[in-house]
């Protein structure tokens, strides 16, 4: 079992988790991820390691509460424990001298996948330009965070509530011909992921993007998240999630994520059923 140790609320439906996982803690680098599954019953589900400490044997998850098992860990509180805990997996992104000037493009909950590979690479030398954006403001998260990590800092909204308005993908387009990149790393929704490397492309600009693709086992046993990337047959969870960008098949893997939209939509409809079962002590056509 592992215990929450601490629990934030970073903006609405997007909590902060430290996790005790020692184990975790000690083999882990930036760029990976663990796959979690909070009892018996649950679901296993992926998330990005967001920070860590080895000598308080620590790791940090950032999480949006979209469906069944994300409401349902956004339910814990601090003290409370988590059946399974498994990580690090996936290739952790390579950090080396060779790229001097890097642009990290982070949208709504992607902003946390790209914090870890941002405070690595400005560690290693590299000067570091961060874009991050969200629908309206009270979705920002980790500003004060990408801020120390980078040497420059654009923050944008949807609705213009905050920062500059409009789409992360357009404050690329301005600075991609002015500050000249020698690499981009963009997280987050795959239309904007797939929107970052059409810019980048025109400027022949190396791209990192990060998978989300569905995943089951996490060890490239089940085939479950599947990517084709220039034309060759992948694992999300073992060759990636970290992947070039401009070969990525971004047509198949949208139609690949919305392939259990169904049943994902019963799941949270029977949770939240219970949960207000649980919450009235009486099932809504007892209380009528
Ligand atoms: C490597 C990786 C790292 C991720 N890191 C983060 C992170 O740091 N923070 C964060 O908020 N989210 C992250 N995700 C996405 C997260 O795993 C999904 O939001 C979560 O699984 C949704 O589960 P649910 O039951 O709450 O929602 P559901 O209603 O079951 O699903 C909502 C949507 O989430 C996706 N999803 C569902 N199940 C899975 C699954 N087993 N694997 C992958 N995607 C799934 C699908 O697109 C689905 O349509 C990551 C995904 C991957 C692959
Ligand atoms: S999650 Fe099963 S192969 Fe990747």
């Given amino acids: 079992m592992y215990k929450i140790l601490e629990t ?3 903006a609405k439906e997007i909590k902060l988790f430290v996790v005790d996982a020692p184990r975790v803690a000690k ?3 930036p760029g990976q991820f663990i796959i979690l599954k909070i009892n018996e019953q649950g679901e296993r589900i992926p998330l990005t390691i967001y920070d860590y400490n080895v000598g308080q044997g620590t790791i940090s998850i950032i999480f949006q509460e979209v469906g069944k098992t994300t409401r349902q860990l956004g339910k814990l509180k601090a003290g409370d424990e988590i059946q399974d805990f498994v990580g690090p997996l996936g290739k952790p992104i390579e950090v080396n001298d060779s790229h001097k000037r890097i642009i ?11 914090y870890p590979k941002a405070r690595a ?3 290693s030398g590299a000067e570091v330009i961060s874009i991050i954006g969200a629908r309206s403001k009270d979705l920002i998260i980790l500003e004060e965070e990408m801020k120390a990590v980078s040497n420059e800092l654009y923050v944008c909204t949807d609705d213009g509530s905050y920062g500059e308005h ?3 993908t357009q404050v690329l ?3 991609l011909p002015i500050k000249t990149p020698d690499l981009v790393i963009a997280i987050g929704p795959l239309p904007m992921m ?3 490397c059409q810019a980048t492309k025109k400027f022949n600009v ?3 993007v990060s998978l989300n693709s569905i995943m089951v086992d996490g060890t490239g046993m089940c085939g479950s998240c599947r990517v084709t990337i220039g034309g060759e047959t992948k694992f999300a969870c073992v060759d990636g999630p970290t992947f070039d960008g401009h070969l990525v098949d971004f047509n198949e893997l949208m139609l690949r994520q919305v392939r259990f939209v169904e049943e994902e939509k019963v799941a949270l409809q029977r949770y939240e059923k219970m949960e207000g079962v649980k919450e009235n002590g009486s099932c809504c056509c007892k209380s009528r």
Avoid at 104 to 114: L, Q, S
């Fill in 8 to 10: 934030k609320q970073l």
């Fill in 173 to 175: 387009e301005k600075l």
């Fill in 27 to 29: 083999a882990c680098k």
């Fill in 166 to 168: 409009g789409f992360v």
């Fill in 206 to 208: 190396p791209t990192l």
């Fill in 121 to 123: 690479l400005k560690n």
């Fill in 194 to 196: 797939r929107a970052c």
């Fill in 104 to 114: 990290c493009v982070g949208g709504g909950v992607g902003v946390a996948p790209v």
